[in-house]
């Protein structure tokens, strides 16, 4: 050997044990599914399948809605609140020790590099339950009135690029304010949602008051348009997020929203250029792209754009890509098939229409579904790729002149959900992020995330918002 | 980069310098140090460590017999494995150059540099005639390599042209007798933007290493510190085509630590930096620890530390 190359260093998954068939979680046990199919869900890194899971029809969201409900009116909206607290925070301390467990299953069905699932995903979903926990018994102070109430029972439907992170962010206020779940994950990311139920059982949390069903598309349109369901919370795409506030207009249903973007992270020439360069590396490839919040439009300021493309291009260069379980890999596979062709869908498009594209150097694996960092120079606004949602390792860079220039190309675009602004100047990091349209705006950081902070969109980004005080509020009406 | 060296000037080119954000270099640094380095290439990081250390020894109990031993440590850092390769050289006070420098020939040492700090080391609080002394005395007795302090109290009182002028002018007494490693102290500079300015500084006035630390203050070579200078020394290269080398010292004492540093050196400065001529590592307890793991890939189980020798 005459560099340093790394060799393998593969994360066991001997901690997981996956089952052949996974049962729907309906009212505490798993049930084998009135449709009586299942469908498989596979690793996205080797195209292996690792499971077949349940397709819950319209009778078996039926059945979960009913068990949702009668634990909510029996049992769940009786216990008083510091009692549920010790559920949420029994959960949370379950998860923190099964941390590995779940890391590797969800690199395993998600594709995402272990070294994420193991430092950010699960440890966040744990805290998440231990933030909420706390909540549980303070709800007067969420800023709903004295005497807040909760909606009932709530569907919920997760996406797949952040399984059991996602699961966290939904389940743990919901339960945290008194409401009853049925919850449906994504249906190429099914597993640690199941395993998560394990977790409810091991916890010895109520029958019916975590419900899980897995499916596709079908599923979820079943759950949103229930009317036992009173309130729905969706993180996925701004076009299935349209089809559920048509579905549930002229209904008594709540709603968050939580949906696409195309976020701008700019910096400035007055910023740290190095931790900038970390922060669009960040930004752009942590979890292969597929983030909502994702910094895809790079805005640079015209006299530092080459140096800034220069630096980008080298640390670019030394991001590993490959086995998700390798502990030393930076980017992992691309979630599904469907996911690649959009994604090379709308590179070709980038090069169509003239921008000039630039791929890191590294050797994709033969089976699996891979794209390589990716970034096009030379974008301007009218681009495809530079108003669609690309949600993959794809980055486009825009240049501005002055700081006015900044502010309206980062807000031109139908989304507002996730912003960055890099610089040293204490004074335009205010400015500028007091004129952002946008949900989240950090400052010279990105994709940081916490569950005191809330989280959400404007304009086609979303409704509401998840986590911290502000989230509370999207589980609970004010008492008459 | 900059041919006026005035005071005046030099402050205006550290001005233009982009700050550091300590916050995200730490996240750097800490992501970083997850890296997992396994079998061949645990071996291989393992001997590029060993051919780096700069063996030291720098304690007012030095004796002639103790530097000797240490130069034979340096030569065969394991007498019972002679595919374990020399160290990078031997660091010592400049009295015992001489002593360092004989020895080395004596036991088939002669390619192991000695290296010997200067210009008041530790603290470097002495006047130039001193620090110009003490350097000449040492080049005199055989030291190839010349680990200086800057005065940090210059620096951190803004006199840049001072800290600039005494360097080259140490670099002059070096000339082509001795290679010049300039040493930052940055546990008293600080924050990661002085360390940067003071990296620059040095590698203007003609530094042919940057150092880390003394090993007399802590904290000494912190990783967010090791990645500000090796970004400097990629992005000095990048303008001047010269490449820098680095030398961390104080702190690094076992096996993880060393091969933490070089992931750091793989990945931000890059592979070019990988060998003893641009990598140095500031040791005395870490030898010992890499010979032991080194056993540990061989053998398959750890040894005894009875069978690593203590010098």
């Known amino acids: ?480 | 980069m900059i041919t006026d060296t005035s005071e005046g000037s030099l402050k205006a080119f550290l001005k233009t310098l982009p700050q550091v954000d300590e916050v995200g270099a730490n996240a750097r640094a800490a992501m970083l140090a997850t890296r997992s380095i396994k079998t061949s290439s645990k071996a291989w990081a393992i001997d590029m460590a060993i051919s780096m250390v700069d063996l030291t020894t720098l304690e007012g109990a030095d004796t002639p017999g103790k530097v000797r031993a240490i130069c034979a440590k340096a030569v065969r850092p394991d007498a019972t494995d002679l595919s374990v390769p020399s160290v990078g050289a031997v660091c010592v006070y400049n009295d015992m150059v001489g002593v360092a420098r004989t020895a080395l020939d004596l036991i088939g040492g002669a390619a192991i540099p000695v290296a010997a700090v200067a210009t008041a080391f530790p603290s470097g609080r002495a006047s130039y005639a001193v620090k110009a002394q003490d350097t000449m005395d040492a080049i005199n007795a055989g030291a190839a390599e010349i680990d200086m302090v800057i005065d940090r109290g210059a620096f951190l009182s803004g006199r840049y042209g001072e800290v600039f002028d005494e360097i080259v002018k140490i670099k002059e007494l070096c000339g082509d007798k001795a290679h010049l490693k300039v040493i930052l102290e940055t546990g008293e500079l600080v924050t990661l933007d002085n360390v940067r300015k003071a990296s620059y500084l040095a590698m203007l006035a003609g530094a042919d290493f940057i150092k880390t630390s003394t090993g007399k203050v802590t904290p000494a070579a912190t990783a967010p510190v090791v990645l500000v200078m090796l970004e400097a020394v990629r992005d000095y290269y990048s303008m001047t085509q010269t490449r820098i080398g680095v030398k961390p010292a104080g702190g690094i004492r076992n096996t993880k630590d060393a091969i933490k540093q070089l992931v750091l050196v793989n990945e931000v400065a890059g592979p070019e930096w990988l060998n003893p001529q641009l990598f140095r590592i500031g040791a005395s307890a870490l030898l010992n620890d890499l010979l032991l793991q080194r056993m540990k890939l061989r053998d398959g189980y750890y040894a005894s530390p009875s069978y690593v020798t203590l010098d």
């Not at chain 1, 979820?220 to 076009?239: L, R």
């Not at chain 1, 669009?280 to 140096?307: K, M, T």
Request: charged content about 20%; overall charge neutral; proline content about 5%.
């Open chain 1, 1 to 480: 050997m005459s560099q340093f190359e790394y060799a393998p260093a593969l994360e066991s998954t001997a901690i997981v044990n996956i089952a052949e068939r996974y049962n729907l979680f309906i009212n505490g046990k798993f049930v084998t599914p009135k449709s009586g199919k299942y469908f498989p869900t596979i690793n996205p890194a080797n195209e292996k399948v690792l499971a077949k899971v349940a397709e819950a029809n319209s009778t078996d969201v039926d059945l979960a809605v009913q068990a949702a409900r009668n634990a909510y009116s029996k049992v769940w909206s009786k216990l008083p609140a510091a009692e549920r607290g010790k559920y949420l925070f029994r959960i949370a301390r379950i998860l923190q020790e099964r941390a590995r467990e779940f890391a590797v299953l969800e690199t395993l069905d998600n594709g995402k590099p272990i070294r994420e699932s193991r430092d950010t995903d699960i440890p966040l979903a744990a805290a998440h339950f231990f933030y909420h926990a706390g909540w549980a018994d303070k709800l007067q102070y969420a800023g709903v009135g004295d005497q807040p109430k909760p909606y009932g029972v709530v569907g919920q439907i997760i996406p797949w690029n952040f399984p059991m992170l996602m699961l966290a962010w939904k389940v743990a206020p919901a339960l945290a304010t008194g409401n009853t779940v049925v919850l449906k994950p994504a249906e190429t990311t099914s597993l640690t949602a199941l395993l998560f139920a394990e977790v409810c059982q091991q916890a010895e949390l109520p029958a019916g008051v975590v419900n899980i069903v897995t499916g596709a598309g079908a599923t979820g349109a079943d759950i949103v348009n229930h009317p036992g369901i009173d309130k729905i919370a969706f993180t996925g795409s701004t076009e299935v997020g349209k089809l559920i506030a048509t579905s549930i207009a002229g209904t008594k249903k709540g709603a968050t929203l939580e949906l696409g973007g195309k976020a701008a992270n700019i910096i400035f020439d007055d910023a740290a250029i190095d931790e900038a360069v970390e922060g669009i590396v960040n930004g752009i490839f942590f979890n292969q792209g597929h983030v909502c919040c994702a910094g895809s439009r790079l805005l640079v300021q015209e006299n530092i754009h080459d140096e800034v493309l220069e630096k980008l291009k080298v640390r670019m260069a030394h991001i590993r890509l490959g086995n998700p379980l390798d502990k030393n890999t930076d980017i992992g596979a691309i979630n599904s098939a469907a996911q690649l062709a959009k994604i090379k869908e709308l590179v070709t498009a980038g090069g169509s229409e003239g921008a000039e594209q630039w791929s890191a150097p590294c050797n994709l694996p033969e089976e699996g579904f891979w794209f390589a960092p990716t970034i096009f120079t030379g974008v301007s606004q009218t681009h495809r790729i530079a108003r669609e949602e690309i949600f993959g390792p794809v980055l486009s860079v825009l240049t501005f002149r002055t700081p006015q220039e900044a502010i309206e190309k980062a807000n031109n675009t139908p989304y507002g959900l996730s912003a960055g602004v890099w610089s040293e100047k204490g004074s335009k990091v205010l400015w500028t992020a007091s004129r952002l349209r946008a949900g989240v705006i950090w400052a010279n950081t990105f994709n940081k995330f916490d569950p005191a902070s809330p989280f959400g969109g404007y304009k086609e980004s979303g409704w509401g918002r998840e986590g911290g005080r502000h989230g509370l509020a999207a589980y609970l009406k004010a008492s008459n």
